[in-house]
């Protein structure tokens, strides 16, 4: 089907746009009164992940509410370790907790690749119920965790403000580490495959601790899992993001991807200088600026705007957006977007 918005798949190709696309990490979520409407009918987060007309229905709503150029399907980066065997639970005001954790060969001889098709079949019909639902209004984002980033939490446990347990085994047991880590790159490779065949037209990878690595272990077990997955994906553009890793901008100016994603804290001019012309930047507005009035929200967005200059950008926040930001903030955050054009 073709769309009729296909602004954010030529801005990660590197096209000319009309205007520079925009839309929201975390957008289909807590900000608006309507995914409340539908969580609080369920259990809870998990729930909504895992039934599929549902999860739909809240990544659909930021499109019609907010008028985002692309709809982001609603999940969790922790599906994967679940499907590998490594089930968790969603703690309301603490997040993740799994039971059971990887401390071991013998823990890894408890879990495997995934195998998306049958663990993970309640994406796969999110996406095509979510397609279906669209009819080519805009596109649709897929995503999955870096193996760091998913890695992390199958060792530590949970959240975690210096993931110690996580990092601890990087040094003391870096041939296990490397195991699980190449465990957890197969299984989302095929994931990222089946969220395409299901009908995502872009996806993303989330490295959400990527800068509390020093750089060197960053390079031997962050970027060079993202690495492989983007070697791997080749159907639809890729787009990495790893917040914090402003050290590693000039590696992942050499990944075999479309779109690296900028934190607010990165400066846009050095990122493109370390990064290079060949890759579309997204972000980086800091979200904490839509706690603002909506006269300094737009004088900041126009000014990430301008830095940016129009070209090879995709309009985002430089991380999700917080839960007790107001809808109509949001909104006047995509709307300056969406008038600003390039002198």
Known sequence: MMLKNDLLLKAARGEKTERVPVWVMRQAGRILPEYRAV???????????????????????????LGVDAAIIFSDILVIPEAMGLPYQMIEQKGPWFENTINSEADLKK??????????????????ITKRELN??????????????IFSYMVEGSGSKTFSKARRMLYTQPELSH?????????????????IKAGADLVQVFDSWAGILPPNQYDE??????????????????????KGAFFARRGMGQLNCETIG????MSIEASRRLIGNTKTLQGNLDPCSLYGSFSQ?????????TKFGGYKH????????????????????????????AD
């Open 314 to 341: 995709i309009a985002n926040l430089g991380h999700g957006v917080y839960p007790d930001i107001e809808p109509d903030k949001v909104k006047c955050f995509i709307d300056t977007v969406k008038n600003w054009r």
């Open 179 to 195: 195991k699980l880590l190449d465990m957890i790159t197969e299984s989302t490779i095929k994931y990222l495959k089946m969220q």
């Open 111 to 128: 879990i495997k690749i995934a195998d998306p098709e049958s663990d993970l079949a309640y994406v796969n019909d999110a996406i095509k």
């Open 39 to 65: 969580r609080n009918k369920l259990s809870g987060f998990i729930e909504l992940c895992t039934t599929p007309e549902l999860a739909a229905e809240v990544t659909l709503q930021p499109v019609d509410i």
């Open 297 to 305: 929200i737009e004088k900041a967005t126009k000014e990430m705007l």
């Open 136 to 149: 080519g209004r805009v596109p649709l984002i897929g995503f999955a965790g870096a193996p760091w980033t």
């Open 221 to 242: 077990f962050g970027l060079k899992y993202i690495s492989k997955i983007c070697d791997a994906i080749n159907e639809v553009p890729v787009t990495v993001f790893a």
């Open 262 to 265: 900028l934190d607010w804290n």
